[in-house]
């Protein structure tokens, strides 16, 4: 079965500052035309830091659009033509003040994929050492450890909606499992 | 610490099929102001169909944001006003034919929580019988059944990108793991 869409016109809406938005016609499989609506979004990342002694680590931040304090792994989005491993680095030291020697790709992750094209990349990483956070200008948060099976336990009990935090401690979970 | 910024200013840029487009200014904990792009969105539903020989309900769809054909569990928006687990039991029964006479919640889903405020419901449902698929005009889609245990070796391998679908799939196997 051909499932294609084939993109035929594109109508720029807005360019902000973190998405943009544009509105396409496409040619659907059946022949007919249809609109879509299309989120771009620079990409972003996401980090599992687990410490020496199995904790991760977690920023709780006010999230606008929900009008919410969340409590997720540390993430940010890509600087333009910066590499994804980079970036976690980048934003796994600005949130959080840790670096790490050891990275490892949990894979990416498409959040709605219906009417965005974001791609978060997520990263596990081990072997941490401490300095200072230094969180962007606009940015306020607060740092939290938490032990990877406290965290497994509050995904699975729905206390943790965010979606990069919800996959990305079950990989971390998954993984070391089958180790 | 306090984390909250003060909604001040609202403009309405884009009222789409799926998504509305607003940016806001905001009152940040420091004082400053800040400019919040928003996407609004209905809310949306995923149901992970679990078949008495323990296989998922899987639907392959077009995803023109990325041009991609994904692997996701059956999926849609809600209609205006209705009660998430109804949508549930709809999409499912429109995309796989399917209907469950046991439900279960798996939590909510924040699918990109920096500029997005779209709540994704996801739900275990248990007990199958199988009708005919009637998916909406403008949705092609293959539906594809695949061993629990083979879905999480594709989430955890990277195979599976869809937020959704990763987080269903690894809430379900921990769910059931545990039990």
Chains 1, 2 share one sequence.
């Not at 709605?112 to 230094?134: D, K, T, W």
């Amino acid at each position: 079965m051909n499932l294609t869409e084939i993109p035929l016109t594109q109508e720029a809406i807005y360019k902000g500052r973190i998405i943009t938005l544009r509105v396409d016609k496409a040619r659907l499989p059946n022949g007919s035309e249809a609109t879509r609506e299309v989120v771009e979004h620079p990409g972003g990342v996401c980090v599992a830091a687990l410490t020496d002694d199995d904790c991760l680590l977690f920023v709780r931040q006010f999230r606008y659009p929900y009008g919410e304090v969340l409590l997720e792994l540390p993430a940010g989005k890509l600087d333009r033509g910066e590499d994804p491993l980079e970036a976690g680095k980048r934003e796994l030291a600005e949130e959080t003040g840790a670096s790490a020697t050891d990275y490892e790709s949990l894979g990416k992750l498409y959040p709605s994929p219906g009417y965005c094209g974001e791609i978060i990349h997520l990263y596990m990483a081990r072997n941490l050492s401490f300095g200072a956070m230094h969180p962007d200008e606009d940015e306020f948060l607060e740092v939290e450890k938490i032990p990877l099976e406290e965290a497994v336990r509050m995904v699975v009990d729905n206390q943790i909606p965010d979606a990069k935090t919800q996959a990305a401690v079950l990989k971390v979970w998954a993984k070391l499992s089958q180790a």
